[in-house]
């Protein structure tokens, strides 16, 4: 590291490639199940919503590094479709974080040329947060820089559900279903699959996210909760993701 010189570093990138990663190999579409807010909370003596709103300004952090270091696709977890069995104060209070943090978020978003995009069953959530995201969709949709797709009310199986529905409705014959067909009836069919998909706070499981696209993502699980998920963490999953060989069930030597 001799050679890099004073000031050097100051950028996302420089210390991707100081850690020895391969700006040329960057996962595509990275995905987060941004958990452990609660348990972040409960370490530190606060209450749950304390907790979300924590993981909202490490969420604020992580989008711009994606953004820097040169990510295309990022998406989050934010709302899942079985989040609604928690208490009705916290399910209200994450509506209500989420609809905030859209709308204050929005013109730094729209600056750093940040497409917003979400995915879920949007039109079960309350309607402020609906407008909210819709007004920040709408805003940046012309935008050419990170596609960032916040997933409320999402559910991998609602998703397919309600593909199936469409192909119904369309009156699609069996003979001309196959996956690109069902690919273009998810939420986001111009959207590649997730190359790397992380979970922060430990658990080994995908709660229902992006269960169709996620068929071959690299999954890395990190024990920090998402709160504490920071640039240090987003630069470990992916020097992780390029240790990894994918072969999507063929032979590689
Ligand atoms: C993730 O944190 C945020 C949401 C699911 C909305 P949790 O609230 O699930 O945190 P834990 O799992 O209880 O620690
Ligand atoms: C997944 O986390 C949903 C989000 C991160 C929004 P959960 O905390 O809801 O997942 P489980 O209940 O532990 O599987
Ligand atoms: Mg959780």
Redesign the pocket.
């Known amino acids: 590291m001799a050679a890099v010189q004073k000031g050097a570093r100051d950028t996302v990138p420089l210390r991707a490639q100081a850690l020895g990663i391969d700006l040329a190999a960057l996962p595509k579409h990275v995905a987060i199940?941004?958990?452990g807010n609660g348990r972040w909370a409960r370490r530190n003596g606060l209450a749950r919503l304390l907790g979300h709103r924590e993981g909202y300004r490490a969420l604020r952090g992580v989008l711009l590094t994606a953004a820097e270091l040169g990510i295309k696709y990022l998406t989050v977890?934010?709302?899942?479709a079985?989040?609604w069995r928690r208490p009705s104060d916290e399910v209200d209070g994450l509506m209500k974080l989420i609809e905030k943090a859209a709308r204050d978020e929005l013109r730094a978003m729209h600056q750093n040329n940040v497409r917003v995009n979400v995915s879920g069953r949007i039109d079960e959530v309350p309607a402020g947060l609906r407008n909210a995201l819709e007004s920040g969709v709408e805003t940046t949709k012309d935008n050419t820089g990170i596609t960032f797709t916040l997933a409320v009310n999402y559910g991998g199986r609602a998703e397919i559900v309600d593909a199936i529905k469409r192909i119904v409705q369309d009156g699609v014959k069996a003979e001309d279903i196959s996956e690109e067909l069902v690919q273009k009836y998810l939420y986001n069919p111009q959207h590649p699959d997730p190359d790397l998909m992380i979970r922060t706070a430990g658990?080994m499981?995908w709660?229902n996210?992006l269960i169709w696209q996620a068929a071959y993502a690299e999954l890395v699980v990190t024990d920090v909760t998402w709160p504490e998920f920071g640039e240090t963490q987003l630069l470990g999953a992916v020097k992780e993701y390029q240790r990894r060989t994918r072969k999507f069930g063929a032979v590689v030597e």
């Open positions: 199940i941004m958990d977890y934010a709302f899942s079985e989040n658990e499981r709660s996210f």
